[in-house]
Nanobody
Framework: QVQLVESGGGLVQTVGSLRIACAIA????????MGWLRQAPGKYREFVAA????????YYGDSASGRFTISRDNGKNTVYLQMNSLRPEDTAVYYC???????????????????WGQGTQVTVSS
C-alpha cells in the first residue's frame, strides 16, 4: 500500500508564501510521478502542479503558473509545493497524489492518479 502524508499547511496572509510537503512511503520513489491538486469548499478538485519521475519536467495549472513551484527530492521520498503571492482564492485543501504511469496530458487529469494523501488545509486571509 502506498502512503502519502502531507504537511506544512496553515494560515497565511495574502501575498504571503507557504511551502507544503508530501512524504511518500514507497521503495522506489523515483518510479512515481507526483502531483498536487486542491479542492476548495463547494468546488471540484482541480489540478495544481505535477512533476515527472526524474524531476526534469514540471506541469502547472493556470492557477499556479508563475506563482507556485513543484519540486522533488528523490533521496528523501518527498515532493514540495512552494507557493508564493498567495491569494484568498488559493484557500483549499491541498492533496498530494502519485502515479506510476502518468505521462503527457495525464499529469493534468485529476482522475488519473492512483494514490492520494489525506490533504492539508491552506487558508489565505485577505
Amino acid at each position: 500500500q502506498v502512503q502519502l502524508v502531507e504537511s506544512g499547511g496553515g494560515l497565511v496572509q495574502t501575498v504571503g508564501s507557504l511551502r507544503i510537503a508530501c512524504a511518500i512511503a514507497v521503495h522506489t520513489f523515483s518510479s512515481y510521478a507526483m502531483g498536487w491538486l486542491r479542492q476548495a469548499p463547494g468546488k471540484y478538485r482541480e489540478f495544481v502542479a505535477a512533476i515527472s519521475r526524474s524531476g526534469d519536467s514540471t506541469y502547472y495549472g493556470d492557477s499556479a503558473s508563475g506563482r507556485f513551484t513543484i519540486s522533488r527530492d528523490n533521496g528523501k521520498n518527498t515532493v514540495y509545493l512552494q507557493m508564493n503571492s498567495l491569494r484568498p482564492e488559493d484557500t483549499a485543501v491541498y492533496y498530494c497524489a502519485a502515479d506510476e504511469t502518468a505521462y503527457g496530458t495525464t499529469y493534468y487529469r485529476v482522475d488519473y492518479y492512483d494514490y492520494w494523501g489525506q490533504g492539508t488545509q491552506v487558508t489565505v486571509s485577505s
